[in-house]
């Protein structure tokens, strides 16, 4: 069952009751995972930018859609191998601030992924 999302605020997001003070990854069957900043951060110095690698660790398959929650500034982006990769698993990617992508998050049906970045 898909979580829903009541609040996020700098530094943390409420998913499902449960509150996380890291970046999240949520999964088809509903399960939260901290996102694993590393494989961004070992190819671009930063976790603003997703890498093809993050983006092959966060997709699923069957997964119809990513939402990206992009930061409560919308800071994060995706590299363009990144688009590539989910375009060719013909995933659709809405890249958000936070707080819109929660509430799209929650409006959302279907085989839907999400990547919350809490900070900036």
């Known amino acids: 069952m898909k979580p829903k999302i009541d609040k ?4 943390w997001i409420i998913v499902g009751d449960e509150r996380y003070e890291y970046d999240v990854i949520i999964r088809l069957n509903g399960k939260v995972e901290k996102r694993k900043k590393k ?17 092959e660790f966060v997709y699923e398959e069957g997964a119809e859609r990513l939402i990206i929650g992009a930061g409560q500034e ?36 279907g085989a839907a992924i999400a990547l919350f970045h809490v900070t900036c």
């Open 39 to 55: 494989l961004s951060k070992e190819v671009y110095g930063t976790s603003h930018t997703i890498s093809a690698a993050e983006a």
């Open 8 to 11: 996020t605020k700098f530094g």
């Open 74 to 109: 919308g800071m994060v982006k995706l590299s363009s191998e990144a688009g590539e990769f989910l375009k060719k698993k013909g995933c659709r990617v809405d890249l958000f601030p936070t707080p819109r992508a929660a509430e799209t998050w929650n409006e959302t049906h």
